[in-house]
């Protein structure tokens, strides 16, 4: 059986909701996930899970109904960070579901001005989208560089310059104080006094991972649904799996606490966790991946392999920055964790194995990897 928030079956792709479908190069249709026909399961959808008895082997649901259980996989990911006293206004969007991506693709036909508040992923995202469009686009990070949790500061910059030489206009280390309008936006105030006019306004701030309907359930929670390197939820006595942007677990490949927010980790860590669940996590073995993303901004292809942190050695290894086609290596107590491949696909499958291999850092290129493309 599946329970589902959401009311869609087929399920849907996220990642081309701020890009192809927002531009209307896509139909919201075409993000539709292909499910085998074969597939015999129940479904519940439109329908909340509230609370978790793991003594009972049941799930509460928002319409009082109880759902049994022998296993259980929570995958309930993640929901939008919102700003203070915009409920209600309109023109002011977040971006996780396609019920988001209608509205706010509505609202961009007649918008001149918008204001994309956060310069992480989605934030970059949409405002390279409404460049495609042709709308004029002001980027508010409350941090230093766009991106600068994920790639540190020197990639950061790089994605800086990216969005200014495509007609972003960057607002950066400045937070929000407040949106202003008479039922409607008509103004971001930031905490600097610059007050930006904006026909529309698009939040990216991050997102909480969907736990609270586990309170007192007894699973361990922080920050996410805590898992040992199985992807079995902490408490549970090997009864429930937690994967996707809601699950926290220790890769041991990193010796890291992660909990990714990302398209891929969310598949490899569904069938890990499936695996443990079934078979056990003795039979699963630990999940040990190493995590990647891609993003695509103006044109140009980010992807990402490994782990970022503050105080990382940067390298750039290969190719040339200012022709935006090179390969940034990480480097932590010598070995390498990390490769930012830009413009450069070929690119991440050495780089990949550079990282699961614990290579020295910077990475040789004298190991036989495949051909430039």
């Given at each position: 059986m599946i329970v589902g928030a959401e009311r869609h079956w087929p399920p849907y792709d996220r990642p081309p909701l701020s890009k192809q479908v927002l531009t209307g190069a896509w139909d919201a249709e075409r993000a539709r996930l292909r499910?085998?026909?074969?597939?015999?399961?129940?479904?519940?959808?439109?329908c909340r899970a509230v609370a978790l008895d793991l003594a009972a082997g049941a799930v509460a649901l928002a319409d009082g109904t109880t759902v049994a259980f022998d296993g259980l996989v929570i995958a309930t990911g993640a929901a939008p960070r919102t700003l203070r006293a915009t409920e209600g206004m309109a023109g002011v969007h977040v971006?996780?579901?396609?019920?988001?991506?209608?509205?706010?693709?509505?609202?961009?036909?007649?918008?001149?001005?918008?204001?994309?508040?956060?310069?992480?992923?989605?934030?970059?995202?949409?405002?390279?989208?409404?460049r495609t469009l042709g709308i004029d686009v002001a980027l508010v990070e409350a941090l230093e560089r766009p991106l600068v949790r994920v790639?540190?500061?020197?990639?950061?910059?790089?994605?800086?310059?990216?969005?200014?030489?495509?007609?972003?206009?960057?607002?950066?280390?400045?937070?929000?104080?407040?949106?202003?309008?008479?039922g409607s936006v008509e103004q971001v105030i930031l905490s600097d006094g610059t007050q930006l006019a904006a026909d529309v306004v698009v939040v990216g701030i991050g997102v909480a991972p969907s736990t609270g309907w586990l309170d007192?359930?007894?699973?361990l929670i922080d920050d996410g649904v805590v898992c040992d390197a199985s992807c079995v939820a902490v408490g549970s006595e090997g009864r429930v799996v937690a994967a996707g942007d809601v699950?926290?677990?220790?890769?041991?490949?990193?010796?890291?606490?992660?909990?990714?927010?990302?398209?891929?980790?969310?598949?490899?860590?569904?069938?890990?966790?499936?695996?443990?669940?079934?078979?056990?996590?003795a039979v699963a073995g630990e999940f040990a991946p190493v995590p990647y993303f891609w993003?695509?901004?103006?044109?140009?292809?980010?992807?990402?392999?490994?782990?970022?942190?503050?105080?990382?050695?940067?390298?750039?290894v290969e190719g040339s920055v200012e022709e935006a086609k090179f390969v940034a290596a990480y480097g932590r107590d010598g070995v390498t964790v990390g490769a930012l491949c830009v413009g450069w696909p070929?690119?991440?499958?050495?780089?990949?194995?550079?990282?699961?291999?614990?290579?020295?850092?910077?990475?040789?290129?004298?190991?036989?990897?495949?051909?430039?493309?």
């Open positions: 499910v085998e026909d074969s597939l015999d399961v129940e479904l519940l959808l439109g971006l996780r579901t396609v019920e988001d991506c209608i509205a706010l693709s509505a609202d961009l036909r007649s918008a001149r001005r918008v204001v994309v508040v956060g310069a992480g992923f989605i934030g970059c995202e949409v405002a390279a989208s409404c790639l540190g500061a020197e990639m950061g910059a790089f994605a800086a310059n990216l969005h200014r030489t495509n007609g972003v206009e960057l607002h950066l280390g400045v937070g929000v104080e407040g949106i202003s309008g008479d007192g359930s007894g699973l699950a926290r677990w220790t890769n041991p490949l990193f010796d890291q606490s992660m909990r990714v927010e990302h398209w891929t980790n969310a598949g490899e860590q569904g069938a890990h966790a499936a695996r443990a669940l079934i078979h056990g996590a993003s695509d901004q103006h044109g140009t292809k980010l992807q990402f392999l490994g782990t970022c942190r503050p105080g990382d050695e940067v390298a750039v070929a690119r991440t499958v050495p780089h990949r194995a550079a990282i699961e291999r614990r290579a020295a850092f910077p990475p040789s290129l004298d190991d036989p990897l495949p051909a430039r493309s």
